[in-house]
């Protein structure tokens, strides 16, 4: 344990999961730090019924670091089919039902994770209720985590900045203490507005991740997002963290391997295309580049190579 690098991961979603699969091969000393403020499908129902924070990011954390059989892992990422159920995950209704018999959502997600065998642990950023809000350029105002994509491609104007209501949102002191003695920071990869940013917008994540004497990586992400990110450069993901309250990064890790074109021509239908990145300017910025062919394809989509990813990490760490 006290070889393995100590490694805290923030972000939420599919992208951070992602990475921690990878990671978990080369240490157990990690720490996903994860969103709470997604509002949408299976998450955001249980959100609304029960009044709990939204299980599913930490759901997907939790079975990325989890040691068990595959069929528990199958079992807990089921989605209901039919019924009043329609379109729920299990491993939330798991989640949902830890909290019923614990004293805290914190501590539901610790038991959790010690039923999973979970490699390191996964936290949420802040423990309160709170709901993501973006201001268009334009000057529309959109409120829920879920709403942001689709009106931002209808209003046509890039998101100006994001915040969260209620404000300031005090974090989970255990996140602080973390990221304080971590060896490095990682950011993302995943959607820059509603999984990455999020977490910096909790009072004092910022201000702990300058303080800590990690390197601070960004793992950029390897398409742009419609509805987020459109036409962005590996820069406006950069400037995007900065105009957010992130105060340095060490090194941001970019894709340069190529995309099947068939797989290309896909994502381009769906208003999607490859970052691009200008070395020179990023290093202006005093932010060392790391390339790397990261593409993989996992259920005809294009992710990060989980295993190539946590290797460089080490690396960089090391």
Do not use: W
């Not at 409120?143 to 209620?166: A, D, T, V």
């Not at 340095?248 to 970019?254: G, N, Q, T």
């Amino acid at each position: 344990m006290r070889k393995q690098p100590r490694i805290v991961a923030i972000g939420g979603g599919t992208g951070l999961s992602t990475m921690l699969r990878g990671l978990k091969l080369f240490t157990t000393n990690i720490t996903a730090v994860v969103t709470v403020a997604d509002d949408g499908g299976g998450s955001g129902i249980l959100r609304e019924d029960l009044g709990i924070l939204p299980p599913g990011d930490i759901r997907n954390c939790i079975l990325a670091l989890a040691n068990t059989e595959p069929t528990m892992e199958q079992l807990l990422q089921y989605r209901f089919t039919e019924g009043m159920l329609k379109g729920q995950s299990f491993g939330n209704l798991f989640l949902a039902a830890m909290i019923g018999i614990s004293n805290s959502f914190e501590e539901a997600v610790k038991r959790m994770s010690e039923v999973l065998a979970v490699s390191g642990k996964v936290l949420p950023v802040t423990v309160e209720d709170v709901r993501l809000v973006a201001e268009l350029e334009n000057g529309t105002i959109i409120r829920g985590e879920s709403k942001i994509p689709e009106i931002q491609q209808k209003e046509n104007s890039r998101i100006k900045r994001i915040y969260l209501e209620p404000s300031p949102a005090a974090p989970f002191e255990e996140v602080l203490v973390d990221i304080l003695n971590a060896e490095a920071i990682v950011l993302g990869p995943g959607s820059l507005y509603t999984s990455v940013i999020p977490n910096l917008l909790v009072d004092g994540i910022c201000d702990a991740i300058e303080t800590s004497k990690a390197i601070k990586i960004y793992v950029c992400n390897i398409m742009t997002q419609p509805g987020e990110t459109l036409g962005y450069t590996a820069t406006d993901h950069i400037k995007a963290l900065f105009d957010h309250g992130l105060k340095s990064l060490d090194y941001v890790i970019v894709n340069k391997g190529e995309i099947p074109e068939e797989y290309r021509q896909r994502y381009i239908r769906d208003l999607s295309e490859p970052v691009k990145y200008d070395k020179e300017e990023i290093e202006k910025m005093g932010i060392k580049v790391v390339e790397e062919d990261l593409v993989t394809i996992k259920q005809e989509y294009i992710r990060h190579d989980e295993q190539k990813l946590a290797e460089i990490i080490v690396d960089l760490i090391s």
